[in-house]
C-alpha cells in the first residue's frame, strides 16, 4: 500500500503460536524517490536483513541507507516472510567544456540518471536555455557565452553540480595612423567584456623599454613618432575570475611618409618648411600641391635624385643630409646663376645661394639655351607675346631669350631656348632682380 511518500509493505505470515497462529510482518521505506543523494530509513517490525540493492546491506528493525543516482530495488527478509521496495534517486550529470571565446556558443552535454525521455531541464548561467531529455535520458544545450559563469542543470526533481565556464576574452589591439615621423600614432587597444580583466602593456623601443603599466578594459595611448623608430607592443589580458588571458604582439614602425601630390597634412607642411629652409622655394601649406611639386622637383634635381616627384625614403634621408649648392661665381655679390646640368636657377645674394627655383631650358631638337654671363636689359610685366608663344613677366638677358614664366615647367629641358619658371614664382623673381642684374648661365 502507498500513502505519500511512505511504502507500507503488510506481510502477512502465519507464525507459530501455542495454538499454531503465524503474525504479520511490517515494513515501511522513507521516502521511496528524491534527488540524489537520497537518504532512504527502512523499518519493520521485527529485525530483519536488508539488501539495499546497490551492493549494500543491513541488519535491525530500523536502519537508514543513502542512495547514488539511480533505480534501486531494496530487499528484505526474515522468518516471518520477504519483499521488496522500489527506491528512485534522481539525479543529473553535467559536462561543459572548460573554455570558450566570447561570443561563441558552447555545447553543455548532460544526462538523467536514472534515464527519462521528456523531461524538461533548464541550463542555466549566464543566461538560461530550456531542453527536454532524450529517450536514453540525455539533453544538450548550446547557449551564446557572453560572461564567464557557473552553469547548473535542473529538473522539477534534482539539480546537477555547478560546472564552470571560462570565457576567452576578445582582445583586439590595432595601430591607428600612418606611422609616419611627426604623424600622430596611437595604439587603441580593449577587452570584451570588460569585465573580463585589464590590460597590460609592454613597449620597447630599440632594447629600451619605455611603457609598462597596467590599464581598465581599453585604452589609446599615443606613441612618439618625433624620431624614427621601431616599436614592439606587447598586449595582455591580466584576466578576472572565470576568464582566461589572452595576448597580441604589434609591431609599429615610425618611419618616413611618402608623400606625393594630391596629399595633406602636418607632413606636408613640414616638408615645406625644410626646403624652405634649405632656400627651395616652396609654399607655405599643408597640401602637397603643384607649388611643392615643383619644389620637390627642385631638389630632386639639386641632390642627382631621380626626378619622380614623390617624397620616399631616399628624399627623406637626403632631406637629412642634403647637398648644399654654392654659388659658382662670387660676382657680383648679387646675380642670378642658371644651371642647366641640373635645371635649376640660383639667386645669390652676398655671393650665396637665397633661392633655388626649378627651370626648363632648351630641349626640342635643333633649339638651345645660350651659356655665357648676360644681364637683364628688358622687362615686361604680365604676358609678352612672342613668335613661340606668349610670355610671363619675362626678362630678356640676350636677345630673344628670356626668364620667363610658363605653365608647363617639367622636370628636364623642353623648351624653344628660354628659361621657363613655374608661373607662381616668375612675379617674385620679376620683382627682386632689376635690370642690369647679371644672368650667369652654364
Not at 97 to 111: D, F, I, K, N
Not at 201 to 229: C, E, K, P, Q
Not at 278 to 285: E, G, Q, S
Not at 355 to 373: N, W
Request: with cysteine; hydrophobic share 40%; aromatic share 8%.
Amino acid at each position: 500500500m502507498r500513502c505519500g511518500l511512505l511504502v507500507c509493505l503488510l506481510l502477512l505470515v502465519g507464525a507459530p503460536t501455542a495454538a499454531g497462529a503465524r503474525h504479520d510482518v511490517t515494513v515501511q521505506a522513507t521516502p521511496t524517490t528524491g534527488a540524489a543523494p537520497l537518504q532512504v530509513t527502512f523499518t519493520s517490525s521485527e529485525d530483519v536483513t536488508w539488501d539495499f540493492g546497490d551492493g549494500s546491506s543491513g541488519q535491525g528493525a530500523s536502519v537508514t541507507h543513502v542512495y547514488a543516482a539511480g533505480r534501486w530495488t531494496a530487499s528484505w527478509s526474515s522468518a516471518n516472510g520477504s519483499g521488496t521496495v522500489e527506491i528512485v534517486a534522481h539525479g543529473i550529470v553535467l559536462s561543459a567544456p572548460r573554455s570558450v571565446r566570447y561570443g561563441a556558443r558552447a555545447t553543455l552535454r548532460g544526462r538523467l540518471i536514472p534515464a527519462e525521455q521528456g523531461v524538461s531541464v533548464s541550463v542555466s548561467g549566464a543566461s538560461t536555455v530550456a531542453t527536454t531529455s532524450r529517450g536514453d535520458g540525455t539533453f544538450a544545450a548550446r547557449p551564446r557565452i557572453l560572461r564567464g559563469a557557473v552553469w547548473t542543470a535542473k529538473t522539477t526533481d534534482a539539480a546537477s553540480a555547478g560546472q564552470p565556464l571560462a570565457v576567452t576574452p576578445q582582445l583586439r589591439a590595432r595601430l591607428l595612423g600612418s606611422g609616419a615621423r611627426g604623424e600622430r600614432y596611437v595604439l587603441a587597444a580593449n577587452i570584451r567584456p570588460a569585465a573580463a580583466g585589464r590590460l597590460a602593456v609592454t613597449i620597447r623601443r630599440g632594447g629600451t623599454t619605455v611603457v609598462d603599466h597596467v590599464y581598465g578594459s581599453a585604452l589609446r595611448l599615443r606613441l612618439d613618432t618625433r624620431r624614427l623608430a621601431s616599436y614592439t607592443i606587447k598586449v595582455r589580458i591580466r584576466p578576472n575570475e572565470l576568464y582566461t588571458a589572452a595576448e597580441r604582439v604589434l609591431h609599429a614602425h615610425v618611419v618616413f611618409p611618402r608623400l606625393v601630390y594630391g596629399t595633406r597634412g602636418s607632413a606636408v607642411a613640414q616638408l615645406g618648411q625644410r626646403l624652405r629652409e634649405l632656400h627651395y622655394a616652396a609654399p607655405f601649406a599643408a597640401a602637397f600641391d603643384s607649388r611643392m611639386l615643383d619644389a620637390v622637383y627642385a631638389f630632386e634635381k639639386v641632390q642627382g635624385l631621380a626626378r619622380t616627384g614623390a617624397v620616399d625614403l631616399a628624399f627623406w634621408r637626403r632631406l637629412e643630409t642634403p647637398r648644399v649648392p654654392a654659388p659658382r661665381y662670387a660676382a657680383p655679390a648679387a646675380h642670378i646663376e642658371i644651371d642647366k646640368q641640373h635645371q635649376v636657377l640660383y639667386i645669390v645674394r652676398g655671393s650665396r645661394v637665397t633661392l633655388i627655383v626649378p627651370v626648363s631650358t632648351a630641349g626640342l631638337p635643333g633649339k638651345f639655351t645660350p651659356v655665357g654671363r648676360f644681364s637683364i636689359y628688358r622687362k615686361v610685366d604680365g604676358f609678352d607675346p612672342s613668335p613661340l608663344g606668349t610670355l610671363y613677366d619675362p626678362m630678356y638677358f640676350t636677345g630673344g631669350y628670356a626668364i620667363h614664366g610658363n605653365p608647363s615647367v617639367p622636370p628636364y629641358p623642353a623648351s624653344h631656348g628660354c628659361v621657363r619658371v613655374p608661373m607662381w614664382l616668375a612675379p617674385i623673381l620679376y620683382a627682386t632682380n632689376p635690370y642690369g642684374e647679371t644672368v650667369y648661365v652654364y
